[in-house]
């Protein structure tokens, strides 16, 4: 199997940017007011290694009141030093990027016809798939994609990579250990064969999934997949943000694969990145668009 090589590290100026506060004429002390948000997600991005400036300011501005509220500061300068001190506010922070709602096989039909039509189309061309879940939150679609790939191809060593931005669900995912909520839609004697009586899943189900960390909106993406499932991520994007990671993710793919949305997350942005709509959820990097 050919490695892998990384795309998607922007160009100068190409990256989504707020304005740095000495351009914007803010002070650390200005970060109180609605007003200096975009000096706040500079201050963030800079200190802290987060970029917020691809989410959407109304939802991710919401989400900073609250923590400033559980945080009992009042001010953005107040919270912005708080997580300077203290690690586990700042861990807290990081983790409230992270979408963390899951289960197994998620939208039964949808991966129903992952696992009819979808993965056995991409089967007969390479019997050894690279496959990609984006934002995996705490495991279990990758773990879904990976009892997938083991019941339809199962002597063949599939490349399945799970990435999110949180190390704590990152840490938990590694983990294994599922609920009963998490484990309902899991067949039966699949479950047995592949889980423990706890909900654990066994040795050899872990191993065949590479957990890293990955930030969708700053980091290099790897190449040559033939799946990317990417659900229910990109709405808390801005517009311009979801128009950038629609390109990487149409780069990141094979001429012919496939990505895997969330059922309602439909994105004008796809078409133009070069996708072809196949069906609710799926979209097709057809041959014919192929990009160097």
Partial sequence: MPSPKLIGRPAAGARLQPRSPQDSGLRTQDYDSTQDYEGFVCAVRDRAGIDLAGYRVEQMERRLRGFLKQAKVERFADYLELLDRDPEQLRRFRGSLSITVSEFFRSPDR????????????????????????????????????????????????YLLATDVDETVLTRARAGRFSERDLQHV????RQRCFSPSGSAIDEVRAKITFKRHDLLTEEYESNFDLIVCRNVMMYFSTAAKGRIAGLLYHALRAGGYLFTGSTEAMAQLPVAGFARESVGFYRREESHARS
Avoid: K, N
């Fill in 111 to 158: 991966f129903a016809e992952l696992r009819d039509s979808i993965l056995p189309r991409l089967l007969s061309a390479r019997p050894t798939l690279r496959v990609w879940s984006a934002g995996c939150s705490y495991g279990a679609e990758a773990y879904s994609l990976a009892l997938l790939l083991a019941d339809l191809a199962p002597d063949q060593d599939h």
């Fill in 187 to 190: 067949p039966a004697a699949m």
